[in-house]
């Protein structure tokens, strides 16, 4: 319950994760909380991570290829290593273009080892690990009727496509490697709406996993 000792800062929890170390990662509407083995709950505002008090609802958190963690929310996306010495805030208005986010209502995130995809109500970003740089990416389908600007989730099938929910779009599915080597908009693989054959019974694809 928010507001005793070793409890979490806010009753609305919208993300839970456990890193390499065996510690649980809570993202709330206040904040984050870390639950490690050595002292038990902590709370971690984000001020405390970023030196600042915007930011602070935390609604998905995800881990990298090197053990350090994302934390995405209402106001960008922050990066910080495990031990917390290290941050880095993504933001729709950064300064530098190549570290800018097409949104700053982060929804969801996905990294597989060389790119995070970052899921957000302006669409899709990649930020590839090897470069540091952010890489906008548009997709379409082939009647241009639906699109994927809004988005809501995003997982990774067995043969490297990615799978996007959408709100109002319905649900995208395309090769990572097209998305990373195209240049403005690209065509989804598959597109599946209400109106598609096999179809959803809704345009408002909320999770994907």
Known sequence: MAGRELSLPNNVVWSIFEDYSGDVWIGTDHGVTISDK????????????????????????????????????????????????SVMWFKSDSKRPDERLSHNKVRDLYDDGEVMWIVSDGGLDAYVHKTGKIIKCKITEPT???????????????????????????????????????????????????????SLRSNIVRLVA
């Open 38 to 85: 050595s002292s038990g709950h902590r709370f971690v505002g984000i001020e405390n991570i970023t030196g600042k008090k915007d930011g602070q609802d935390i609604s998905v958190i995800e881990m990298d290829n090197e053990g350090q963690i994302w934390l995405g929310g209402h106001d960008g996306l922050i990066y910080c290593s495990s031990n917390l010495n």
């Open 144 to 198: 241009g009727k639906f699109s994927s600007n809004w988005m809501y989730s995003i997982a990774e099938d067995s043969d490297g496509r990615l799978w996007i929910g959408t709100y109002d779009g319905g649900l995208f599915a395309i090769q990572k490697e097209r998305l990373l080597n195209g240049n403005g908009e690209v065509i989804a693989d598959m597109h599946l709406s209400v109106e598609s054959t096999p």
